[in-house]
């Protein structure tokens, strides 16, 4: 595996892989790599020519300072972990090599994407997803980029973004990869204690709980009775909102087809969300 950690270098690299007329996979993460990412990389390897995964963790996507200064990073383990899967390049830049002074941040109205469930809740996020994955397309001009449906919503402003900015990228989405009892990897587990561990299985319980409940009841009531559960447990519900996969609008009376649940947690101070679809 070839390391690049400098802009001018990868994208020399990347003018000889397009002269050859190679495909470009491209998996941007922000490291602490675990089976989620691994999925991801494994994907890209059986699509395209070559594999170059990005590991960068995105000081403008975090509205929390605490969560930026807390986020896991093992970039030794990270290069262990895309050795043995055989990825083909990881790109690791400094800050400095992302944002270069005259940088110009690309501008794009997200609309209701950026009023609901992480819009709402994390005001400026997806302003900075998009400042850094609009770098990198342009930095590594994929031909295929992967992206995980664990991050439902990042994965709609992706889309959206792609297609604003007419980049020529195929944006493919991954299926959630989670532990054996059903909670969804993330980076941050690695920062639950034993008993938070066990205490965060009950964000994928919820879910389940609200697949079994929407054939009964409607979005609304579905929600209401989930909320209560978190408050008799000991995790802080941030938000639980069923909503239309396709427009964001939440759903109130009416389900949709592929209705998804999203729920966004507090364990402790660790922030984990995930999703299902319900029908
Ligand atoms: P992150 O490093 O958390 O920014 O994630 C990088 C990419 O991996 C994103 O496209 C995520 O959606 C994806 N990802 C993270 N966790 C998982 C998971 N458990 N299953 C599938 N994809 C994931």
Known sequence: MI??????????????????????????????????????????????????????????????????????????????????IACDVLFLPTKEEIYTANYVFPKIDLGLLDQVLEGKHRPGHFKGV????????????????????????????????????????????????????????????????????IEALFIFESLILAKNLAPKLSPIECKKIIEDRYLESSLKLEYFEIINPESFEILITNWCEN????????????RLIDNMVLN
């Open 3 to 84: 390391i690049f950690y400098k802009t001018e270098e990868i994208e020399t690299f990347i003018l000889d892989l397009k002269s050859k007329h190679k495909t470009i996979g491209f998996v941007p993460t922000m490291g602490a790599l675990h089976e989620g990412h691994v999925s991801l990389v494994k994907e890209s390897k059986l699509v395209c020519d070559f594999t170059i995964v990005s590991v960068f963790v995105n000081p403008t996507q975090f509205n929390n300072i605490a969560d930026f200064e807390k986020y896991p990073i093992n970039s030794e383990s990270d290069i262990k972990i895309l050795q043995e």
């Open 130 to 197: 998009i400042q850094v994955v609009y770098r990198l397309f342009e930095i590594i001009r994929p031909t295929k980029a992967f992206f995980g449906l664990k991050d439902f919503q990042q994965l709609a402003v992706i889309k959206k973004m792609t297609d604003f900015f007419d980049f020529n990228i195929a944006i493919i989405p991954c299926k959630t990869i989670r532990e054996n009892d059903g909670l969804a990897m993330s980076s941050r587990n690695m920062r639950l204690s034993q008993t938070q561990r």
């Open 259 to 270: 209705a998804v649940a999203c729920a966004v947690a507090y364990v402790g101070d660790v």
